[in-house]
Nanobody, 115 residues
Framework: QGQLLESGGGFVSAGGSLKLSCRAP????????MGWYRQAPGEQTAMVAT???????NYADFVKGRFTISRDNAQNTVYLQMDSLKPDDTAVYYC?????????WGQGTQVTVSS
């Protein structure tokens, strides 16, 4: 547990971009779907995007066309490129290993988008 390390959050103006990174141990990264989730104040945690070991991606409707998830197998790192950010994207973003062999979460990174 707690083996995922996120980075890249911060403050940005509406319309701007941020790129989140999440590094995982190889035994987790190589065998599992990786994902990004977020929790806004007062709301439940929501899936943002996932990517399988084969590179198949899935996005929440509210980020389609704006966010891109990718994985670098040489670096054991999954990325979330966030473009055209909106104030509604303000949340704590969590990296996750979604299985099938390991379920784990990072500590979260704050993303704040100002209007």
């Amino acid at each position: 547990q707690g083996q995922l390390l996120e980075s890249g959050g911060g403050f940005v103006s509406a319309g701007g971009s941020l790129k989140l990174s999440c590094r995982a141990p190889g035994n987790i990264f190589n065998d599992n779907t990786m994902g990004w989730y977020r929790q806004a104040p007062g709301e439940q945690t929501a899936m943002v995007a996932t990517i399988t070991t084969g590179g198949r991606t899935n996005y929440a409707d509210f980020v389609k066309g704006r966010f891109t998830i990718s994985r670098d197998n040489a670096q054991n790192t999954v990325y979330l490129q966030m473009d055209s950010l909106k104030p509604d994207d303000t949340a704590v973003y969590y990296c996750a290993s979604d299985g099938p062999t390991v379920i784990d979460w990072g500590q979260g990174t704050q993303v704040t988008v100002s209007s």
